[in-house]
């Protein structure tokens, strides 16, 4: 299997697992106290998160398109931060209130930032969870148009998504051009699939907890 052929075949699997994590997210009817605020609130985190990793990452990533890529998504992810607090603002929600650190940084961030070589790195953060910000975004897009709130649905569809398509598309890239052999192609599925299964844990803690569903990726 050449690198090609197994980024293929990844693809198929992660996409499984997005599938499984997309039909979670949308599952049941949305709680009654679900607001597009609440879940702009878990959108602030995750995005802090994403850049964070990206930072961590880019000191000490050698390959110079990986490094830059990690850079841009730095700025892509702050970016959307600061989208967001704007929309909360908006809404009534005062944005500078909230610091997404009080509640800790999530089990996912910490697998993430101790992953010290390019290929789980790209594997798990760009390929892996961006893709799950696509799917879960989308989750996210089809609730806000479900209760027909235009201005977030638009700001998710038109600035947020092409960014987390960009950041998935440039994972698939680097994979393919970061995979010569059977043991970089056993350390990137492990990655991808840790990162789905964490990702799924996080969200099931929240929908029992705080009764989130249909909350935004990154
Ligand atoms: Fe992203
Ligand atoms: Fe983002």
Known sequence: MN??????????????????????????????DLTVDRLLVVALKNELEASEIAAIWMADTQGLDVKLALGRQVGDEAKHYRAICDRLDELGTDAAKIDPRQSGYSPLFTYLRDLKNTIPRVAAGQFAREGIALVR????????????????????????????????????????RYVKNLKDQSEARQAANRTIELAEEIQEVARLKAGISRAPGC
């Not at 075949?9 to 996409?15: I, M, T």
């Not at 600035?159 to 440039?170: A, G, K």
């Open 3 to 32: 690198a090609e052929e197994f980024v293929a075949k990844l693809d198929g699997e992660v996409r499984e697992g997005l599938e499984r994590l997309g039909r979670l997210s949308g599952a049941g009817e949305p709680p009654g």
């Open 137 to 176: 975004n989308q989750c996210f897009i089809d609730y806000c148009d479900s209760i027909g709130d235009d201005r977030t649905a638009a700001l998710y569809r038109s600035v947020i998504q092409p960014d987390e398509q960009h950041h998935h598309e440039l994972g698939r890239k680097l994979l393919v």
